[in-house]
């Protein structure tokens, strides 16, 4: 089981080079990969709701060129909002920059305030997603010109560069619209808490939707400090005996999440 650090949302307060520190602290404690969340124009304060300020692809790029091992990823970009061309672009440059250290974690967002202030489409979120995703699999598999799509299509154009052997895609949520999302499209479906039993149920839905596509089952948790890192280590332990190949925590707020990163890497050494 490969352990994940969700990546504290950013403040005001907060020094700039926090996440820098803590993207290298988590390469050293052995953590595989950190996360990013992504709201555009959220209707209140960025926080534990809404995420960090930073865009999460820029700031991708940036922890990309100060670290060496670490998998860095989006859980989850709310896909609906971006223009799919432009997305495209943006990921395959950070593949190949990264040297392929890039996930693109989507998801169809949730709040409707933050789809009608920037004019999105709210109601058909899903579909729109569905016809990105396909987008984007004939780009980054090398597709050409032209393309027709449901909502997006182009007649001329050369996309570049290709990533080499594709972009891992990561389908975020529990519920049966985004189980079939991921077994179409996903190389990883994110499942959110609820119990181990809840989960292993979860994924054996999910193989049996992907039929003959191998697609990793991951979970995202939460912890603040507040509970016993004995008790979160259980539960890591807990998820992985129930089929989660990838755990990824949020430590809440950014004072104190390196030595809760600690701590937890420490409590689960040898188990």
Request: hydrophobic residues 45%; negative net charge.
């Amino acid at each position: 089981m490969e352990l994940h650090v969700v990546l504290p949302d950013e403040s005001p307060s907060m020094p700039v080079d926090t996440l820098v520190d803590l993207a290298r602290a988590a390469e050293e404690l052995g953590y595989s990969a950190a996360w990013l969340p992504d709201h555009v124009l959220p209707p209140g304060e960025y926080g534990a709701t809404f995420g960090g300020v930073y865009e999460p692809l820029v700031t991708i790029g940036h922890l990309a060129a100060v670290t060496e091992r670490l998998q860095l990823g989006t859980s989850v970009l709310v896909a609906p909002l971006r223009d799919p061309f432009v997305l495209a672009k943006q990921i395959a440059t950070l593949h190949r920059l990264s040297a392929g250290r890039v996930t693109l974690g989507l998801g169809v967002g949730w709040n409707e305030q933050e789809f009608d202030a920037l004019g999105a489409d709210y109601r058909h979120r899903g579909a729109i997603t569905d016809d990105i995703l396909e987008l984007l699999r004939h780009l980054f598999s090398g597709g050409t010109a032209p393309y027709q799509g449901r909502r997006f299509s182009y007649e001329h154009g050369v996309f570049a560069p290709i990533p080499d052997g594709g972009v891992p895609i990561m389908v975020g949520g529990n519920s049966d619209a985004a189980l079939r999302r991921a077994a179409r499209y996903g190389d990883i479906w994110q499942g959110l808490p609820a119990s181990p039993r809840a989960f292993a149920e979860r994924a054996r839905r999910l193989a049996e939707l992907a039929a003959d596509r191998d697609i990793v089952p991951a979970l995202r948790i939460g912890w603040d400090g507040t509970t016993p890192v004995e008790r979160v280590a259980d539960d890591v332990i807990a998820y992985r005996d129930a089929g989660a190949a990838q755990v990824a925590v949020h430590f809440g707020e950014y004072q104190g999440t390196f030595k809760r990163m600690e701590a937890l890497a420490d409590a689960l050494t040898g188990r």
